[in-house]
């Protein structure tokens, strides 16, 4: 037999860390829609597959890339730069230079990718082939005159081989290429979101005093506040009882509104028709990013002045409770690894807290109702 107490206990904390997770996550997608992070992610998958250089060694020099006002890592000439200043790629994104394309289509790399190797001046009819192989062979774009790195330039040689010089399935070959590498960009995503989710987590835990040491010792000592604590998880896990696909959903939305904002743009403005449509798209497309922020604003307020409030006052934590943390250096430190604590939790995400709360409530459910047994 579980004791009922500590399973208590356990709810409580992970209820503490479900609901700032949460609002970690919330604020996480708000820096994330402004600093860009899922086009300078692509432009990291992009600069990885054309330049090759172990550019990015350390993961916190990485992640600090993120905040970077100017993403590209190209040096001047180089194939990523010259992949990025192509006119199919760059009216994909704003004006801006923080603002470059958040999504591109596997069609339209291998579109860009053939129309470096063939070069600018093609004609209708002509035979690429030879301009392909003759880009190759110098290890050279004939577009933009831009160097192919060594390790790059092998793989091209690869298929082109594979696709017996045939530009079609070479063209075939390059979109496999590509998307096989977006697979590997939704991990290095999630890995740098985990790492920005810590600090955040940490921030949060600072400003709020969410000391996880605290918050157990007081679960331990008072069954009011477990039982009020548990309480309100009951309540909060009957509400939202698809926190997790909700989660879900609203980052697919935000990929989906930039994926759409990505795909829009005229090449050519050679009428006033023209001009007015892509003034519009550009207008639709700011509305559409400000009402996600404040979707996601209006949401993180309600989390806080509602559910978080609430749990906070029943364990006496927040912001006007940090009582003696900083008269002692001891009593620092201990505060310090509360946080950390709080922190590291934080990183691991509200969807991973949702399932465990999730399981420790059928538990607490099961050994509540559970009879006792007749001697």
């Known amino acids: 037999m579980i004791n009922s107490g500590v399973l208590d206990v356990v709810i409580g904390l992970v209820f503490i860390f479900l609901l700032y997770s949460l609002l970690a996550t919330l604020i996480q997608e708000i820096i994330a829609t402004n600093f860009n992070f899922r086009s300078k992610i692509l432009e990291r998958a992009v600069f990885r597959m054309l330049e090759d250089e172990n550019k990015f060694r350390s993961r916190f020099k990485s992640v600090f890339y993120l905040f970077k006002r100017c993403g590209n890592g190209g040096k001047a000439n180089s194939t990523s730069n010259v992949f990025y200043k192509h006119p199919l790629i760059r009216f994909l994104g704003e004006n801006d230079g923080n603002k470059k394309t958040s999504y591109i289509k596997k069609e339209t790399f291998a579109k860009v990718m053939i129309d470096l190797l063939r070069g600018e001046n093609v004609k209708p009819g002509d035979d690429v082939a030879p301009l392909i192989q003759q880009s190759l062979d110098t290890m050279q774009t004939n577009w933009g005159n831009a160097g192919i790195c060594p390790q790059t330039h092998r793989f091209l040689c690869s298929i082109w081989a594979d696709a017996d010089g045939e530009v079609e399935k070479f063209r075939g070959y390059l979109e496999e ?83 759409r904002n990505s795909a829009r743009g005229v090449l050519q403005t050679d009428s006033v028709r023209d001009i007015y449509k892509l003034a519009q798209e550009n207008l639709d497309k700011y509305n ?68 465990i709360l999730n399981k420790l409530m059928k538990l607490r459910s099961s050994t509540s109702t559970e009879k006792p047994k007749k001697k």
Request: hydrophobic share 50%; proline share 2%; with cysteine.
């Open 177 to 259: 290429w590509f998307e096989l590498t977006m697979e590997r960009t939704t991990g290095w995503y999630k890995k740098h979101i985990q790492i920005i989710l810590f600090f955040i987590g940490f921030a949060i835990a600072f400003a709020f005093n969410v000391d996880t040491i605290v918050i157990v010792s007081k679960l331990e000592k008072d069954p009011k506040i477990r039982e009020q604590l548990v309480q309100q998880a009951d309540v909060f896990v009957r509400a939202y009882p698809n926190i997790e696909e909700q989660i879900l959903t609203q980052e697919k939305e935000i990929e989906n509104i930039q994926a």
């Open 288 to 355: 559409s990013i400000q009402t996600l922020r404040n979707r996601l604003l209006n949401r993180a307020d309600s989390l806080m002045n509602i559910d978080i409030v609430k749990a906070n006052d029943i364990i006496g934590i927040g912001l006007n409770s940090y009582g003696h943390t900083f008269h002692r250096f001891d009593c620092f430190i201990k505060t310090l690894i509360g946080w950390i604590i709080t922190a590291l939790a934080i990183s691991l995400g509200a969807p991973f807290w949702f399932d």
